[in-house]
């Protein structure tokens, strides 16, 4: 999937003008036709003072029925017209560019790797899906105001310079004043709106920060210090929001009046253009009706304007990563995995994270299928490291994994992905239902299935206590159930998904010694046929394995089985068990 173009600007015009062309054509001459209308009717008005003031006759009052039947009709449009316009843009428009950027945006997070994603913070990748979804406040500007105020004072002066060519040119002059001297009114102003988006973002980033800490707040008792120091950033907050309120207010006031003074100066100019008979009294009717209103236009489009690059500004900051390119792509003629035993190989692996040292230099390991490979080695020795190379989390720099003989690297993720369950040592659950999340990732699925997997996992008996059972809600991450009964949760959704390779990683460390015992026997339960790797740091947990595999720096410092392992002399398994032993000798008294 291509992200979206670097630029604010390009992104408008590629993703929201571009797929919409004739619905924003469609919305443009609407947009001509109402002005227009608006404008004409000004005119009748006008053409009908000129008539009646020429007082009464037969012809005259024939003139006037028609001048009224036209002012009738274009009545009908003016009120049909605005509103028409309103909704088209809504539905043709806005609505779909809306739907089509948070799709792409959404299909594009989903693209990211984990790891990606994981080193974002979660709240600010939405944060920016929303900012560049605002395209529509960006449109409406250019849209409604731009092309509206562009219509408006086309017409307007086009009117203007066919009544007297010094009136049009007089219009066009004060035009150009006001859009100055709105300019420079509004820079302090713009200057205090940005302090305000500014206060405003921390005090916000603050809030979420503290709320969604809020366990680690009450446990160290600090919900005062918090809500000081928020109730700090809010004042401030609030302090440059009056400030920059003024400022607007003065800078709206100025130009304001600024405005009624070209509307006189028109209005002045008019009556001396009739005492010299150059123009009639429609034209200084006219003159009246419109002159003001298109001043007014022209202050609104200065502040839309404002708005109009505060929003650019947005979906330029709110672009990045969507920008960034996704680290792990499908090569472009990928296959499907496909699994007919289930042996995994890893051959002369090499794989550093960037900026880091290497982990893997050459990096060795047979899987045979069926085979129960146990790993251990102390912490940050490259582990996890080695079994999310597995699931293709990073791509490494050297050598190959291959899955029965296939590369991981040209084979679609999905199919890799679907070949095998993993068991993290958190298990993270959906603020779904049970059922649902013992489910996820297959689509239809009966419950009597549900129930069985649950019972594998040794989950079915707690689940049925539950006051709405399989229904039951788990809560945000999971947080209403306990780190065990979340573990066998993880268990039962492996089950289901019942794939050829399994990955345990440290499934059962977080637990105490009993549910400790009860995650085994799941664990247990699901080996099975299958291929499987477990990480363990609690050696016990191991003995079901065929093998185990003992890491330090990324190598391979000794192999073989639990029993050979434990004996060896001078060996570091066998070292590492004689601690853990001891350990759980002294547990027990
Ligand atoms: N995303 C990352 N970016 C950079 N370095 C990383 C990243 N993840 C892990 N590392 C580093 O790689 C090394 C191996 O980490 P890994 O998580 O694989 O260790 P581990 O053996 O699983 O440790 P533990 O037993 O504590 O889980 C560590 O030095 C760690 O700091
Ligand atoms: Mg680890």
Request: glycine share 6%.
């Amino acid at each position: 999937m291509q992200p979206f173009p670097k630029s604010a600007l390009k992104f408008v015009y590629e993703e929201c003008i571009k797929p919409f062309k004739w619905a924003f054509l469609g919305c443009m001459l609407l947009i001509l036709a109402d002005s227009f209308v608006r404008n004409i009717l000004n005119w009748f008005m006008a053409q009908l003072i000129e008539v009646v003031k020429g007082g009464v006759s037969s012809e005259a009052l024939y003139q006037s029925l028609l001048i009224i039947a036209a002012i009738a009709l274009c009545d009908i449009f003016n009120v049909y017209l605005p509103k028409q316009v309103l909704m088209y843009r809504q539905k043709e428009l806005y609505f779909p560019v809306r739907e089509r950027i948070l799709t792409k945006s959404m299909h594009y997070l989903f693209g990211h790797s984990t790891n990606y994603i994981v080193n974002k913070q979660t709240g600010s990748l939405l944060a920016k899906s929303e900012q560049i979804s605002a395209t529509d406040q960006v449109l409406s500007v250019l849209i409604v105001v731009f092309w509206q105020y562009l219509c408006e004072m086309g017409i307007k002066t086009f009117l203007l310079l066919a009544i007297n060519i010094y009136l049009g040119l007089l219009f066009v002059l004060c035009v150009i004043l006001t859009a100055l001297v709105n300019y420079y009114a509004n820079k302090t102003s713009e200057r205090l709106s940005k302090m305000e988006n500014k206060a405003s973002s921390i005090y916000t980033g603050w809030l979420v920060d503290a709320i969604s800490n809020i366990r680690l707040v009450k446990q160290f008792n600090r919900a005062e210090y918090e809500k000081k120091r928020l109730s700090v950033l809010l004042r401030q907050y609030i302090k440059i929001k009056a400030r920059s309120m003024i400022a607007w207010f003065t800078s709206y006031t100025g130009v304001g009046c600024f405005i009624h003074i070209c509307s006189l100066s028109m209005l002045t100019y008019a009556v001396y253009l009739w005492s010299s008979e150059r123009i009639n009294v429609g034209d200084i009717v006219f003159v009246l009706l419109t002159v003001n209103g298109g001043f007014m236009y022209l202050m609104e489009l200065c502040i839309h304007f404002r708005r109009f690059q505060v929003n650019l500004a947005g979906i330029q900051a709110g672009l990045e990563p969507f920008n960034d390119n996704h680290e792990i792509e499908d090569q472009p003629k990928a296959k499907q995995l496909k699994i007919k035993k289930a042996e995994i190989e890893f051959k002369d692996v090499c794989f550093a994270y960037p900026n880091r040292e290497k982990l893997f230099d050459k990096f060795n390991l047979k899987i045979k299928a069926g085979e129960r490979v146990g790993i251990v080695g102390l912490s940050g020795n490259g582990k996890t490291t080695l079994v999310n190379l597995l699931q293709r989390a990073y791509d490494i720099q050297d050598g190959e994994i291959l899955i029965d003989g296939q590369n991981i690297k040209f084979v679609t993720q999905q199919s890799l992905h679907r070949s095998m369950a993993v068991i993290p040592q958190e298990a993270v659950l959906f603020h779904r239902s049970l059922k649902e999340n013992i489910a996820y990732g297959l689509d239809k699925v009966s419950d009597r299935k549900i129930i069985q997997a649950a019972k594998t996992a040794c989950a079915d008996e707690f689940i049925r206590q539950l006051p709405e059972g399989y229904n039951s809600q788990v809560g945000d991450r999971g947080c209403k159930l306990s780190g065990g009964e979340r573990q066998r949760i993880a268990i039962a959704r492996a089950v289901m998904r019942n794939s050829p390779i399994l990955i345990l990683d440290e499934a059962t460390s977080s637990l105490d010694s009993e549910s400790e015992y009860i995650v085994s026997k799941a664990v247990s339960n699901l080996l099975g046929k299958r291929t499987v790797i477990a990480i363990a740091h609690r050696l016990s947990t191991l003995k079901e394995m065929d093998r185990i595999v003992y890491l330090e720096n990324g190598k391979i410092v000794e192999e073989g089985t639990f029993d050979q392992l434990k004996k060896k002399n001078k060996g570091k398994f066998a070292k590492l068990w004689q601690i853990q032993q001891v350990e759980a000798q002294n547990e027990t008294f």
